[in-house]
Nanobody, 115 residues
Framework: QVQLVESGGGLVQPGGSLRLSCAASTNFFSIYTMGWYRQAPGKQRELVATVTSGGTTNYADSVKGRFTISRDNAKNMVYLQLNSLKPEDTAVYYC?????????WGQGTQVTVSS
């Protein structure tokens, strides 16, 4: 099992920025597709962004041009830079590690966008 620990959430004003981090405990980090998902109150969890082992990225339409996912295989870390934040980005953000045999989740970090 891959243990994932998110950090970096908080309260930010509309238009502001945050950087989320996810630390993964595994010796095989580089083979995983890493992703960020979010779940707002009363809504289903949804994809935000993913990055494959080869570095290919994918984004939800709602965050394209505002959020950037990246990974550092040497540090077993994945990041999500959130810019131009909107109130509708308010949610718990979850880190995910996915291989062909399993999918693991972190506990989540709260992002609140409000004035």
């Amino acid at each position: 099992q891959v243990q994932l620990v998110e950090s970096g959430g908080g309260l930010v004003q509309p238009g502001g920025s945050l950087r989320l981090s996810c630390a993964a405990s595994t010796n095989f980090f580089s083979i995983y597709t890493m992703g960020w998902y979010r779940q707002a109150p009363g809504k289903q969890r949804e994809l935000v962004a993913t990055v494959t082992s080869g570095g290919t990225t994918n984004y939800a339409d709602s965050v394209k041009g505002r959020f950037t996912i990246s990974r550092d295989n040497a540090k077993n870390m994945v990041y999500l830079q959130l810019n131009s934040l909107k109130p509708e980005d308010t949610a718990v953000y979850y880190c995910n590690a996915r291989s062909i045999v399993r999918s693991d989740w972190g506990q989540g970090t709260q992002v609140t966008v409000s004035s």
